[in-house]
């Protein structure tokens, strides 16, 4: 993507995951709090459960797109985002959940254009039943969330080196500011 | 020697379940079973909430599909109120519940069955499947994925972006319908119907092909139940019971919901979870009916909408006479159905009163039970509850469209693995039509958990000591 398309690009946030099973709010949970401060325009803020086919259809009307999720792998709090390419084996045997990676691959496939998509994740700590509350491990990786986000929906921001979709990651260090790790 | 097949994970459904194929010396097929594998106790873990939660609680019963059960469960809310609805907020009611027929229904036929459809049983099953569908026909893929964004988009319309919204609400609608929104989902529906009725168009071109899956998936006689309204016409929200025979007698007819418990017993088995509701007057299990888009259409005299009743009229001569009875017609019925439901939110949107601000009644609890009633896009939704004075849930029971079928399911795979599996010579194929057959109910097995990973399906033969005598592996 040239540097004058950013400009102008429209990128989408999705945050995704269960509202009722603890910390898998967390993707949820941020994209409320940025719709709650206020975005760019251009950008727009969407929450669901689970991810849709019907979701395809808004992925390739955008130029980049931010997911937002929780992981259970890793330590708990840690924030990491890395850059997602097209995967049709990410295939799921059912269709009411589908891989952000086979998304992109319908993208691909149907459409011919893949928009330039991140993954930011929070390690969870627990995903027993509780009603959009985080635990405080989660609570206090949204801010790392929300200033990822921030630097990838910036034109300028340093995200741009991770836009060829590789699994190269990054990850929220103890000093509190983003750190890439490629 | 004795042997087992086992199909497990069932793919392409909602919701996680097995088979089981029992075959005997000869590798003929003694008995099929569709075991469902969750537990998840909502009956029991809503007791002692108050009844005004229990929408939301048992939205969470379905991730797909959480606004029919907001429906049935805020109708037997509704029931406990002893309110009637303002008629605008009924309206309003079913245009969302429209809208989620019309987006599950095009979920089924595009994204899970369309792969059967339009690749073949016997394809290579490393490319039956969503993209083999992409590749072979784009521009229908695209359809698919539209008319699901068409009826999504609808239901966030009315009730909000939220994930699982709140907008109806015991005695109504929490608020009314602006101008600017009934437009825009006016805007939606001609594309919507353009769509659906190329595809009916196209898959009436396919099923002279799938002749032989017809004559043998589900083709039994069993009993229909649905909703129909006080003048027989097709009947999603509300509206009253019909039961017809195999031979397309009618046996109960404009039974009020609420007597359900009259026709209905519930029985349960050892191999699987979900309940095995049956028609009490004919005793279990031979009391044995089917209920969705089939029922639906074999049980209505009429949709009551232009375009749909032209389908409906093509529909019933896929058969020579009688309800059609082959579960294979599931999904004709269900693009028959998507064209009503688009040709009806039209009619309802455009209803001079849509705009009106009373949408909403408001009571306390006027009685110790409630039930409520709608058909969900799989099938009747009955929410049954008992509370107390001061409003606690006593007692829930819930029949989930899926569940009125579990009879039928499993006599359906009994016939398709009778037809179609040699249990000395076990092919991919074989047992993709016993999985073809269960997709054609769509079964909804309560799927608001989330799968992780790959879930590969291993299909093994074991002789009676449990040793494996043969393996097919799929992922």
């Not at chain 1, 034109?155 to 000093?175: I, Q």
């Not at chain 2, 097929?29 to 048992?58: I, N, S, W």
């Not at chain 2, 429906?71 to 079913?94: M, W, Y």
């Not at chain 2, 068409?150 to 709140?166: A, D, N, R, S």
């Amino acid at each position: 993507m040239d540097r004058a398309r950013m400009g102008s690009r429209k990128v989408l946030i999705i945050g995704y995951g269960s509202p009722i099973r603890g910390d898998d709010a967390i993707g949820p949970l941020v994209a409320d709090r940025l719709q709650a401060d206020g975005v760019p325009a251009g950008v727009a803020v969407i929450s669901r459960h689970i991810l849709t086919a019907e979701l395809v259809a808004d992925l390739v009307e955008h130029d980049r797109v931010v997911f937002l999720d929780a992981a259970v792998e890793g330590t708990p709090g840690e924030v990491r985002c890395r850059s997602l390419a097209p995967d049709a084996s990410a295939m799921s045997t059912m269709a009411h959940f589908l891989d952000p990676r086979e998304l992109l691959a319908w993208c691909e496939t149907l459409y011919g254009k893949v928009p330039e998509t991140f993954l930011v994740t929070a390690c969870g700590s627990a995903f027993d039943y509780s009603n959009y509350v985080l635990t405080p491990t989660a609570e206090a990786a949204v801010q790392p969330m929300l200033e990822w986000v921030r630097r990838l929906i910036d034109p300028n921001g340093c995200a741009s080196r991770l836009s060829k979709p590789t699994d190269e990651a990054a990850t929220h260090g103890e000093t509190g500011s983003p750190t890439m790790i490629i | 020697m004795s042997r087992t097949v086992v199909i497990e994970p069932v793919t392409r459904i909602e919701g996680h379940a097995r088979i089981t194929l029992q075959l005997g010396d000869a590798g003929e097929v003694e008995d099929a079973k569709f075991h469902l594998t969750q537990f998840r106790g909502f009956e029991k873990f809503c007791e002692g909430r108050p009844y005004r939660e229990m929408p939301a609680l048992t939205a969470r019963t379905c991730g797909i599909c959480p606004v029919s059960h907001v429906l049935a469960s805020n109708k037997a809310c509704d029931h406990l109120l002893s309110v009637g609805i303002p008629p605008t907020g009924e309206k309003l009611r079913r245009i969302i519940n429209l809208a989620q027929i019309t987006q599950s229904h095009a979920l089924s036929f595009f994204h899970l069955s369309s792969p059967d459809l339009l690749l073949g049983w016997d394809s290579d099953p490393v490319s039956r499947n969503i993209f083999g569908v992409m590749r072979q026909n784009p521009a229908l893929a695209k359809d698919g994925i539209r008319l699901r964004q068409i009826g999504q988009t609808i239901i966030e319309t009315l009730g909000g972006k939220k994930i699982h919204p709140t907008w109806v609400v015991p005695g109504g609608v929490s608020e009314p319908l602006t101008q600017e929104k009934r437009d825009a989902m006016l805007a939606l529906l001609p594309e919507g119907l353009d769509i659906a009725k190329r595809t009916y168009a196209f898959f009436k071109t396919l099923v002279p092909k799938f002749k032989d899956e017809a004559s043998h998936f589900g083709n039994q006689p069993t009993m229909f139940l649905s909703l129909v309204s006080p003048k027989g016409h097709l009947e999603h929200y509300d509206g009253l019971l019909r039961l017809k025979d195999a031979q397309g007698r009618i046996l109960e007819d404009m039974v009020p919901p609420h007597e359900y418990e009259r026709l209905i017993g519930e029985a349960v088995e050892d191999f699987s979870y979900m309940k095995f509701p049956y028609y009490k007057p004919h005793g279990y299990p031979k009391g044995i009916y089917r209920v969705g888009p089939l029922a639906r259409l074999n049980n209505i005299d009429a949709c009551g909408t232009p375009y749909a009743d032209v389908a409906l009229a093509e529909f019933h001569m896929l058969q020579e006479s009688g309800p059609i009875a082959s579960s294979f017609h599931y999904h004709y019925a269900r693009l028959v159905e998507i064209i009503y439901a688009l040709e009806m939110m039209e009619r309802l949107l455009k209803d001079p009163t849509i705009l009106d601000a009373r949408v909403r009644a408001r009571a306390r609890s006027n009685r110790y039970e409630g039930i409520g009633v709608t058909e969900a896009p799989r099938g009747i939704l009955m929410h049954h509850y008992r509370i107390d004075d001061e409003g606690l849930i006593t007692w829930v029971n819930l029949i989930i469209a899926t569940g009125h079928n579990n009879l039928a399911m499993n006599q359906s795979i009994r016939q398709v693995a009778d037809a179609y599996v040699d249990g000395n010579n076990l092919q991919e194929g074989m047992l993709n039509r016993v999985e073809a057959v269960i997709r054609c109910f769509d079964p909804c097995l309560s799927c608001a958990s989330h799968a992780f990973g790959e879930m590969p399906l291993a299909i093994e033969l074991k002789d009676a000591t449990g040793r494996v005598v043969d393996t097919l592996r799929r992922g």
